[in-house]
Every structure is written in structure tokens, then in C-alpha cells.
């Protein structure tokens, strides 16, 4: 197993983090079993958050009676709902009492996903005051914070220098984040790489992406592509059982080498994409917002890029039952609440029939609304 740096913190993290947001409802012994296995596998990095049903409390049952030298836990204050240093200290104290541990090696303020949270974060006697405290108590050894916030936001927050790290989404499909990703390097902060298997979908991947991996594991891809890009400190694996930690390890337990093969392996992959899609690829750029009716065109058209392409069809219809019921985790609309005002099309450098491609994908996405947080 590789180990490195948690940016300045002086903390040093397995590049296999251990994602403790899919043990919730599993039997305490199985959970035993997982955690301690991946301990002895050399797993360093243990995430969690109290808003992961009994997650902390499972890992503390886990971790209980074992030599814990080196093993770096996180966990979470919701931004949403944690909105004074008192509750931070509530909910910090709380997560040191299920987990049984004397600290908490990273608190991360969980979701800061507008200026506007992070304002209320950085506010006089706000959140981030109160894990200042706790730090000079001992309780918490560093602060960082978790965002699905738009590129330019998250970058702003990263300039306020309050941060030791930053936790966001990152796979070889999605590479929104990768201005993150390069300014940590600049301001010594972590990178930490959530959902790194796409919630799973990169790991059971369609027959059509499939294909186009070729003979490689798409689990062992997947997770040696992200650990190859410079700056990751660790790649959280949401896992939930001793196979799943397994074919984790088998990628990531070894020494990691051929970098340059994983980024042309990616590229490749994306390059399919463009091909299939064609005219109507979708390169994220944004410059077709804003949308008067808040339809998140981008990240639509990024859906209809992955539907096209790869076939990823429940996937899709997964995260279109979100959209418009996720808040801030997933802002946007649905593409039947487009009025075809038309103000987007002509700022489209790609010229893309953006009203024709979100009334098409509506038609084939919609199934019905869900109201659920996305998934770290
Ligand atoms: S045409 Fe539809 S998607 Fe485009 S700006 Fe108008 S309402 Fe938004
Ligand atoms: S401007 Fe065009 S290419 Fe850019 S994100 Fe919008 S729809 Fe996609």
C-alpha cells in the first residue's frame, strides 16, 4: 500500500480510504470483520459522518480494542443543520463518543456547496469557530470540508486558506473537479476523492463501457487512474463487504506505476464518447447558463453524454429522480420545466440543440421524483 501526505497536516493516509457511508444496516460482526481486514490490509484513511445512519457507531464497535497508531478518522458536521459553533461541538463530541476515539483527526464541515454556506461556516461564532476550539482543546486535530458546489465556488473557499483539505467527487468519467484537485497541490491542502467508483456504477460498469476498458478490471482502472493523478491524497472507497475491500486492495495495495497508461486508458474512453455522441457532445463548459427556470444544463447534457455513450441507464435514471429534490447536493431542475426561451443555444460554443437534447432526455430519464441526499 502507497502512503502519503494528508496536504500539510502532517498526517500520512493510505492512498485506499476506507467510505463508511454504505456499512449502515449491516450486521455489527460483518462490519467487524470489513474494518478490521482492512486495517490489517494497511488501510490508514477511515471516513465517516453521523449523518451515515449508525456508521460511527459501527466503526467504533469495529475499532474497538485495536492499535489505531496511524489510522486517520474524519468525520462530518453538517453545514445544513450545524449552524452555530455550539452544534459543531455537540455533533464533534457526539461522533467522539460512537467512534471511541480520544480525537478526531479531520472534522470536515460537511457540504459546503454555495458562498452563501460558506459565509455562514466562516461567520463569527459559526461552525468554523467552534472546530477552532475544539482543536485548541485537542479534540479535533484539523479542519476540512466536503463540497458539491460548483467548480468556481469550491475554488473560492479553497482560497480562504481555512481548510486542510478538500473532498469532492472525482472519477476518469468525471473530471469537474480537477481545478480542485491542482490548487491543493498549490495551497498545500489534501485532496481526498469521493464516489470514486461513480457509486458504484464504474465498478459494475454496462456493456458498453465495458468494451470499451478492453481487458482491463474496470474496479482496478478505475482506482489506479485516480491514484496515479498527482496530488490525490486518498481515493474513499465506499465498501460493504470483505469482496468489495478485496478487488479495492487488489487495485490499490500494491505499488502503483505506468501513470501515463492510465491517462491514455481514460482518454480513450472519453474520446469513444465524443465519437458516439457526436454532435451533440456536451463538453460542460457552462457557458450556455445562466437558465432563467434554474435547469442545470450541464450537468443534464454531462447525463446525456454517459446515456448515449455508455449505456448507463439506471444510473441516469437514478440521478434524474434527484434533480429538483436534492437542494444544494444536486441544484437544478428538471427539463420539462424548460420553457424554450431559447437564451442558452446561442451561447453554446459547440452549437448544441440544447432544447431538442433536454425534451428527449426528459422523455427517456423520467420516472417519477425521489426525494434523497446524494451519496458522498
Ligand atoms: S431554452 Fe430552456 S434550458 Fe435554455 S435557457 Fe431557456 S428555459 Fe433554460
Ligand atoms: S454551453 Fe454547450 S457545451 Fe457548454 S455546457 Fe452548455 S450545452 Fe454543454
Known amino acids: ?217 474496470p474496479v482496478a482502472f478505475a482506482l489506479r487512474w485516480i491514484a496515479n493523478r498527482p496530488g490525490v491524497a486518498t481515493a474513499i472507497v465506499g465498501m460493504s463487504s470483505l469482496p468489495e475491500l478485496e478487488a479495492a486492495h487488489a487495485a490499490l495495495g500494491g505499488e502503483l506505476t505506468a501513470g501515463e497508461d492510465y491517462e491514455a486508458g481514460a482518454q480513450w474512453v472519453i474520446d469513444r464518447m465524443v465519437e458516439t455522441l457526436g454532435a451533440d457532445y456536451c463538453t460542460g463548459c457552462r457557458q450556455c447558463l445562466p437558465c432563467p427556470v434554474d435547469i442545470n444544463i450541464p450537468e443534464l447534457l454531462r447525463l446525456n453524454n454517459l446515456l448515449r455513450a455508455y449505456d448507463l441507464v439506471g444510473w441516469c435514471k437514478d440521478r434524474y429522480k434527484l434533480m429538483g429534490n436534492a437542494d444544494t447536493w444536486y441544484p437544478g431542475v428538471k427539463a420539462d420545466r424548460c420553457t424554450e426561451c431559447g437564451d442558452c443555444e446561442p451561447r453554446c460554443p459547440e452549437a448544441l440543440p440544447i432544447i431538442r437534447l433536454l425534451s428527449a432526455l426528459h422523455a427517456e430519464l423520467f420516472e417519477g421524483d425521489r426525494g434523497r441526499l446524494a451519496k458522498n
Not at 22 to 28: A, D, K, S
Not at 82 to 97: F, Y
Open 1 to 217: 500500500m502507497e502512503y502519503r501526505s494528508l496536504g500539510s497536516t502532517g498526517l500520512t493516509v493510505s492512498v485506499l480510504g476506507f467510505g463508511g457511508m454504505r456499512i449502515p444496516g449491516r450486521p455489527e460482526d460483518e462490519v467487524a470483520a470489513l474494518i478490521g481486514a482492512a486495517l490489517d490490509r494497511g488501510v490508514r484513511y477511515i471516513d465517516t459522518a453521523p449523518g451515515y445512519g449508525n456508521s460511527e457507531a459501527l466503526i467504533g464497535q469495529a475499532v474497538a480494542g485495536r492499535d489505531l497508531t496511524g489510522v486517520v478518522f474524519s468525520t462530518k458536521t453538517h453545514v445544513g443543520s450545524d449552524k452555530d459553533a455550539d452544534a459543531v461541538r455537540r455533533q464533534a463530541e457526539g461522533s467522539l463518543e460512537r467512534l471511541g476515539i480520544p480525537r478526531l483527526d479531520v472534522l470536515q464541515m460537511w457540504g459546503i456547496n454555495t458562498w452563501e454556506m460558506a459565509q455562514q461556516v466562516l461567520a463569527p461564532g459559526g461552525p468554523l469557530a467552534g472546530a477552532r476550539r475544539l482543536q485548541e482543546e485537542g479534540l479535533v486535530g484539523h479542519v476540512g470540508f466536503t463540497t458539491h458546489a460548483l467548480t468556481a465556488v469550491a475554488l473560492r473557499v479553497m482560497d480562504t486558506r481555512e481548510f486542510a483539505s478538500v473532498t469532492g467527487r472525482y472519477h476518469y468519467l468525471d473530471g469537474v473537479y480537477d481545478p480542485l484537485r491542482r490548487r491543493a497541490m498549490e495551497l498545500g491542502m489534501a485532496f481526498v476523492a469521493m464516489t470514486p467508483l461513480g457509486q458504484g456504477w464504474l465498478a459494475q460498469p454496462s456493456a458498453a463501457l465495458r468494451a470499451a476498458l478492453g481487458p482491463e478490471d
